[in-house]
């Protein structure tokens, strides 16, 4: 069974600055993906960014950008130039063959203006 | 191009009762997953449907049942609900036909509280 860990249960920014939430996970798998999803105070779930485990280059979109480390099973997002409208609760997500999302707890991300 | 849709937003209903959540899946999708978000925990995954089975089924009891419609739609039921029933339900869809690997989108969730 897979499993997914974030160490962090709350993280907080300036406006404007960089912040890396973490993840790990473990897997016998060799060929799955990894996801980051935000959910904000609406609980609307929002995809983020995804990477697939078998490309070595690391996906970006816009502001956030992944560090994907495969045999260390680690799985950070970097967050850029933090706006206010970042504020949500993270989480870290596995997925193999199409099947079920496996969630992990979740950070929760404070943007101070 | 419509998203996820779910249907109601809130629902309350009382220990014992019955209720049937519905979703939509965005348009050109396949394949519906149900996800019960307890408050302050991540998702967990109840069951996922594709060509109206079920294809895949987490650690929750036979109190849970779902089905999925031809047009790809699905509902999720709760029989004899239970306190601790009460949840976010996300619905996730996703395309199983192409082949790749999918995204899965989520809908907005339905909100249930058991009094």
């Known amino acids: 069974a897979q499993t997914v860990t974030q160490s962090q249960p709350e993280m907080s920014v300036q406006e404007a600055e960089t912040v890396t939430l973490s993840c790990t996970y473990d897997?016998?798998?060799?060929?799955?993906?990894l996801f980051w999803y935000k959910q904000p105070p609406s609980r609307q779930m929002i995809l983020v960014i995804r990477?697939?485990?078998?490309?070595?280059q690391n996906a970006t979109e816009n502001r956030f950008s992944v560090n994907f480390q495969k045999a260390a099973k680690s799985f950070s997002l970097k967050i850029s130039d933090s706006q206010l409208g970042d504020a949500a609760m993270y989480f870290c997500v596995f997925n193999f063959g199409n099947e079920k999302l496996t969630f992990g707890t979740g950070t929760r991300l404070t943007i101070i203006p | 191009d419509a998203g996820v849709t779910q249907s109601p937003t809130h629902l309350i209903k009382t220990r014992g009762q019955q209720v049937t959540l519905r979703c939509s899946p965005k348009s050109g999708h396949d394949t519906v997953s149900w996800y019960q978000q307890a408050l302050g925990q991540g998702p967990q995954f109840i069951f996922q449907?594709?060509?109206?089975?079920?294809?895949q089924r987490g650690n929750f009891p036979d109190r849970f049942s779902g089905h999925q419609f031809p047009n790809y739609s699905s509902e999720l039921n709760v029989n004899a609900l239970l306190l601790g029933d009460s949840a976010l339900y996300l619905c996730?869809?996703?395309?199983?036909?192409?082949?790749?690997?999918?995204?899965?989108?989520f809908g907005p969730g339905t909100r249930l509280l058991v009094l």
């Open positions: 996730a869809s996703s395309l199983l036909t192409s082949g790749t690997q999918e995204t899965q989108y």
């Open positions: 449907y594709y060509e109206e089975e079920e294809r």
């Open positions: 897997t016998s798998e060799s060929d799955y993906y």
């Open positions: 990477q697939e485990a078998y490309k070595q």
